[in-house]
């Protein structure tokens, strides 16, 4: 009896987790645990991107325009902006907010993937000897989930979520191509996709242009013509002139975004990524309008104008940079694209156990088993992968980038290697690393609810809301400039959520440190005559007389002796929004 029922909810359970709806709500749960315990966290990249959603919502669409900053996620947080008209306190929590729609979107567009794909991969089989590829299903979103919150988590301000989601619906949608019905359609919706992903990420340009030749030398479906790709390219082309159009423009040059070749200057050519960490080589060109020098020892740059922004340099370095040239050179493009794959290396290896079952699959071979026949590898999708592999691998490899490769590339692998083993031994393997899989998420899962569970118990605030209120309690307070020592302005979250603004910057800190009184005076005067009203610094040991300690390791210098210490200005305003119910829901009791 025990048996049987032991059998029976066996059964269920393999229904269930072979079956797509278990999945969703797994994937929803286990993002909106990492949305939730992040809500508080923030990146660099992802202040620039607040500040362009921000110009958005003061002066219209034209305010997402950004030579290097790609438009589309920008414009999600300005929508996102409109409508719960944030106060300051939650505006991070609402970037993580946006970044959940995402997610909903690219896990939607992963489902949309998988049902092509694995619709392939029946009709192509023979009549006798098709495999059950049920079992495929909570391996493909294993490795969906476990590359989709480590390779591109959730915590991090950035598109590639986005990317990724526009990734797995091209990928979807070229694998229906092999439908007779609404052929035209789909090369239509093809194009479509390719030029939005532009918006999202100027490197789906190059992108799409490898996908459109993959599936023009290696059709998807034998029914395929010259005329339909030639239609897909047009609707991306006609998508994506508009932002080329204005990039130039901005530019002063043709250009799909300054990204690729600004990358390209600092990760290759090793072209400093900060100013005043090195000198630009002559042979890269000259900036046409580098930031303003103050004083030469220590380097003192000074960035007001004409850029906005919460930090001008990082705001629109495009700007900055502008009339440095990348320089290809054989030596440095060697260099370059070793590391690139000793970055691919480490991905790989990252979780073991995904590399360590395929390893498995591959020596075990069904010898005395009938072969069952798949679809064969789709060459169109495998060669589009690996270009765009190759496309970063020349400029810069980081994990969040080539996340959806890696999903799709593993499926492929995992499949046509279970083509070729026993189905005993493949259905073990499965197992396992769903098994492994899942247990490492869920128990990720349940450390970063703990601790957001701590954190709101006691009453914790977030450490730039702290540095924040240290600096009003000074007279520093919102629309204040600031100047900082060294290179913190990067990670400076305050000063965005304080709504102050960095405008100059002391580079060299040993030498600002050696300095003498006289010297520093001088420094502090002319920074104070440009309306600086406090210079930062971090992570510094000893501090000179007048300097101020502050939390999370900053330490404030405060300018204008003569100003009356004002009392700090309210941050939190009666104001009843969307935004606000919602947060308090979780940050207040």
């Known amino acids: 009896m025990q048996l049987r029922m032991l059998r029976k909810v066996g059964s269920g359970l393999y229904l269930a987790l072979t079956s797509f709806v278990p999945w969703w709500g797994i994937s929803l749960v286990l993002a909106a645990i990492a949305s939730i315990a992040s809500r508080h966290e923030m990146n660099p990249d992802g202040i620039s991107y607040l500040d362009l959603a921000t110009e958005a919502t003061r002066s219209g669409p034209g305010g997402i325009l950004n030579a290097y900053w790609s438009p589309g996620y920008p414009a999600l947080l300005a929508c996102a902006m409109m409508l719960f008209r944030p106060q300051p306190e939650y505006e991070f929590p609402l970037v993580h907010l946006v970044n959940f729609g995402m997610f909903a979107l690219a896990l939607w567009a992963f489902d949309y993937f998988l049902r092509s794909w694995t619709a392939n991969c029946h009709n192509a089989a023979e009549p006798g000897g098709q495999r059950d590829h049920r079992l495929l299903i909570p391996l493909a979103f294993c490795l969906f989930l476990w590359h989709t919150l480590h390779l591109t988590p959730l915590r991090l301000a950035t598109p590639d979520i986005g990317v990724s989601a526009f990734t797995f619906l091209i990928a979807g949608l070229a694998c229906r191509l092999r439908r007779p019905q609404g052929n035209l359609m789909r090369y239509i919706a093809l194009g479509a996709a390719l030029g939005a992903a532009y918006y999202m990420k100027a490197a789906m340009f190059p992108s799409a242009v490898a996908f459109l030749a993959s599936i023009a030398f290696f059709p998807p479906s034998k029914e395929q013509r010259r005329k339909e790709v030639f239609l897909c390219a047009t609707v991306f082309i006609i998508i994506a002139v508009p932002l080329v159009a204005s990039l130039s423009r901005r530019a002063g040059h043709l250009s799909i975004g300054e990204s690729g070749a600004l990358n390209y200057a600092w990760s290759v050519n090793l072209v400093p990524l900060v100013w005043g960490d090195g000198e630009i080589r002559e042979v890269y060109g000259r900036p046409i309008h580098p930031p303003r020098t103050l004083f030469q020892r220590p380097l003192v740059l000074e960035f007001e104008s004409p850029i906005r922004g919460s930090y001008p340099l990082h705001f629109e370095p495009a700007y900055w940079f502008a009339g440095v040239r990348p320089k290809i050179e054989s030596a440095q493009l060697l260099r370059s694209l070793k590391t690139s794959l000793i970055a691919y290396k480490d991905i790989v290896c990252l979780f073991p156990i995904i590399g360590i079952g395929a390893c498995v699959l591959l020596l075990s071979h069904a010898r005395g088993e009938r072969r069952s026949r798949v679809s064969p590898p789709m060459t169109w999708l495998i060669v589009w992968l690996v270009a765009v592999l190759s496309i970063y691998a020349v400029v810069l490899v980081e994990s969040r980038y080539v996340a959806a490769a890696f999903i799709i590339l593993w499926l492929q692998l995992y499949v046509w290697l279970e083509s070729r083993s026993r189905r005993r031994v493949a259905r073990t393997v499965y197992c396992i690393v769903v098994a492994a899989t899942m247990f490492v998420l869920v128990s990720e899962a349940s450390e970063s609810l703990s601790q957001a569970i701590a954190d709101r118990n006691a009453n914790r605030r977030p450490d730039y809301q702290m540095v924040t209120s240290a600096l009003r309690d000074l007279g520093v307070v919102t629309g204040d400039r600031l100047a900082f020592v060294g290179f913190w302005a990067f990670d400076a ?97």
């Open 493 to 589: 979250y305050f000063v965005r959520y304080a709504r102050m603004r960095v405008i100059a910057q002391i580079t060299d800190e040993d030498q600002f440190w050696n300095l003498n009184d006289d010297n520093f005076e001088q420094i502090a005067a002319r920074l104070e005559g440009l309306g600086v009203r406090a210079i930062i610094t971090r992570d510094r040991a000893t501090l000179k007389p007048g300097w101020r300690q502050l939390t999370d390791g900053y330490s404030v210098f405060p300018l204008g002796q003569n100003r009356l210490i004002r009392k700090p200005q309210a941050t939190r305003e009666t104001m009843n929004t969307p935004m606000s119910a919602l947060a308090t829901a979780f940050d207040s009791r």
